[in-house]
């Protein structure tokens, strides 16, 4: 979704506007611009439809030294993308970007005169009432704080005035800003990712709270205009983290580096020597532990799907522990009820997403006590949460998820086998999990330097298909809902995951020649059950495309077959063989692998 980048100091602005942008790319967009001020207050505004690439071009033909600009890539709410409707948006002496909704942008409009819109955004009504309130005995940030006190939404915002050419002002209200402390220079952005390789300090800013940033210094404060103290924290992430090391996507980096990312995951929290497994940022006792009787798990998307995998493994390990999933986007809004002794495992790769965020704050509002499964670190979720596990995947550059939706399931089993230890459940079912997951990267690592090749091939019978359907029983389920997204996502192919059990009720009228369908079989106590699906759909004429860990004879178009000594965790093997499945179909039809259309990383809106 939209991304922010600020700069002031001493270096061109423009180039570390766009590198800056450059970096957020990742995120979805559909315009980008940027604004740099001289010192004597000359503005050059430049905005593109289209990639930072597009922005780029502009720059080199209109080259400015100046060491003062803010820039923005827009993913489009208010308005169709087009370089009006591009940040920054200017109204008399201001200019702004602004990542959020306002919500009262209509009724705001009305009240400010003199304007002469020339967009559909809601962020140019900002601007205008900025600019309203900016008389010549104002300072900036006053008129900001005015502002903003009028108004109803979410928003990271960065503002900037040709009057006052040392400063740029940003705000926070439910949307990230981070604002990097360098020598002698200020960087502001939206996600650290812009601030990688300039800085490694940074005061991520909290909701309510705006700052004044010269190239010198940074002063907080609240909405009340009262100081507040600025906490300057680390950035951990490295500059090979955030590039594409040779892969031709980002996409099949963050898939093949699953075996390391997974280990940091596991690192020091599965100790099979002493059958145990630890997490250490839960900040909850083993008696507090020990009273937990229900877990609600909450996420969107591929957090989701995480969360629906890992409640079969919780519910294995801890027999009096009940369960439930849910979506944030609908859980938010229901008139819910968390029993005594709950715990809420908040999922979610990026820490921002909007109505992940709603849920957390609602459930801690209501006392019950909550533990983020997160990967961003510094993210808002994991600064919100009561406690939680980072899941450690590094940075998920690519718009689909994949390395982080292995890790989440990962560090949730982790947090399973916690509850079980505290519990005092018996060694033996903990013992499985904690030897599987002990080996599981190793195991993914061997899958994927066998099967890349075949998956490659096996994408070309099918990339010519319209249509899709995943069908996995028990802990395949989700994998099979998982396999389907990730399929839609990148291919555009229309896919749907279903149970196997569901087929008869009705996903089986869909089977025709337009259809393929990836069945995920596990050579355990379900298997039979999987072959009559599988013989079900071939009466019909399906086209079956089988993933499966049997050496048994099995009928259908093409089986792919994982050698595995995984049981219990073998569904995450299976996912990595979609994963793969998905990427390569994608390339075949010549697709934005790395940001499909329409997608954004970080669903920082509702
Ligand atoms: C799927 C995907 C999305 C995200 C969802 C949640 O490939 O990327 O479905 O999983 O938007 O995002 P996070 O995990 O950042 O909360």
Not at 72 to 98: C, F, K, M
Not at 121 to 144: G, H, P, Q
Not at 299 to 306: K, N, P, R, W
């Amino acid at each position: 979704m939209c991304g922010i980048v600020g700069y002031i100091g001493s270096r061109q602005a423009q180039s570390i506007l766009t590198g800056g942008l450059r970096r957020l790319e990742y995120r979805g967009y559909d315009s980008a611009g940027i604004v740099t001020l001289s010192e004597n207050g000359d503005a050059t505004l430049l905005r593109a439809k289209g990639k930072v690439a597009e922005l780029s071009s502009l720059t080199s033909k209109n080259s400015k030294v100046d060491g003062l600009g803010i820039g923005h890539t827009r993913w489009a709410t208010h308005g169709a993308p087009s370089e009006l409707n591009a940040h920054p948006h200017q109204a008399g002496d201001v200019y702004i970007v602004h990542n959020g909704i306002i919500e009262n942008y209509k009724e705001l409009k009305e009240e400010v005169s003199g304007h002469e819109f020339k967009s559909e955004t809601d962020t140019e009504v900002l601007a205008a009432l900025i600019n309203s309130l900016y008389d010549s005995d104002t300072k900036l940030e006053d008129a900001v704080t005015q502002a903003l006190q009028l108004t109803v939404g979410t928003y990271g915002v960065a503002v900037v005035s040709t009057r006052e050419t040392g400063k740029i002002v940003v705000a926070r209200q439910g949307s990230p800003l981070i604002i990097g402390v360098g020598s002698d220079e200020v960087l502001v952005a939206s996600d650290a990712s812009a601030l990688i390789g300039h800085t490694t300090e940074a005061i991520y800013l909290n909701d309510g709270e705006l700052a004044v940033c010269t190239a010198n210094n940074v002063e907080l404060r609240d909405m009340a205009s009262q100081p507040i103290s600025a906490k300057v924290e680390k950035i951990e992430v490295d500059m090979q983290a955030i590039q594409k090391q040779g892969y031709d996507h980002f996409l099949l980096k963050e898939i093949m580096e699953q075996p390391s990312t997974l280990r940091s995951t596991l690192n020091g929290r599965v100790i099979p020597e002493q059958h145990r497994a630890q997490l250490g940022g839960l900040n909850m006792t083993t008696d507090e532990l020990r009273t937990v009787e229900h877990v609600v798990i909450i996420g969107c998307g591929t957090a989701y799907y995480a969360g629906l995998l890992a409640a079969y493994n919780l519910e294995r390990l801890v027999e009096d522990l009940t369960i439930e999933v849910q979506v944030a986007s609908e859980f938010r809004y229901r008139s819910f009820h968390l029993p005594k002794n709950s715990v809420a495992l908040v999922v979610s790769q990026s820490g921002e997403t909007a109505d992940t965020l709603a849920c957390l704050r609602e459930i801690k509002r209501r006392g019950v006590k909550t533990l983020g499964v997160v990967n961003a670190v510094g993210s808002t979720i994991a600064r919100e949460v009561d406690g939680g596990v980072y899941v450690h995947a590094g940075p998920e550059i690519s718009v689909a998820s994949t390395k982080a939706f292995t890790s989440q399931v990962a560090a949730m089993t982790i947090f399973g086998l916690q509850l079980a230890q505290a519990k005092g459940i018996g060694l033996k079912e903990l013992d499985a999990y904690i030897e599987e997951l002990a080996v599981l990267p190793d195991e993914i690592e061997r899958i994927l330097a066998t099967k890349n090749d075949e998956l490659k091939e096996v994408a070309e019978t099918y990339a010519t298909y319209e249509h899709a359907l995943f069908l996995g029983r028990d802990t395949l389920f989700p994998v099979a809902l998982e396999g389907a997204l990730k399929l839609k996502e990148i291919s555009y192919i229309q896919a749907e995951g279903y149970a196997t059990g569901e087929l008869k009720h009705g996903p089986i009228a869909l089977i025709d020649d337009r259809f393929f369908e990836v069945m995920l079989i596990q050579d355990n106590w379900l298997f039979d059950k999987s072959l009559s699906g599988l013989a079900e759909v071939n009466a019909r004429g399906g086209h079956v495309l089988a993933i499966t860990d049997t050496q048994k004879e099995v009928d259908a178009e093409t089986v792919v077959r994982i050698d595995t000594t995984l049981d219990l965790l073998a569904p995450l093997v299976m996912n990595v063989i979609q994963q793969l499945l998905a990427y390569h179909i994608a390339v075949i039809k010549g697709n934005d692998v790395d940001q499909p259309r329409n997608l954004a990383k970080s669903v920082t809106v509702e």
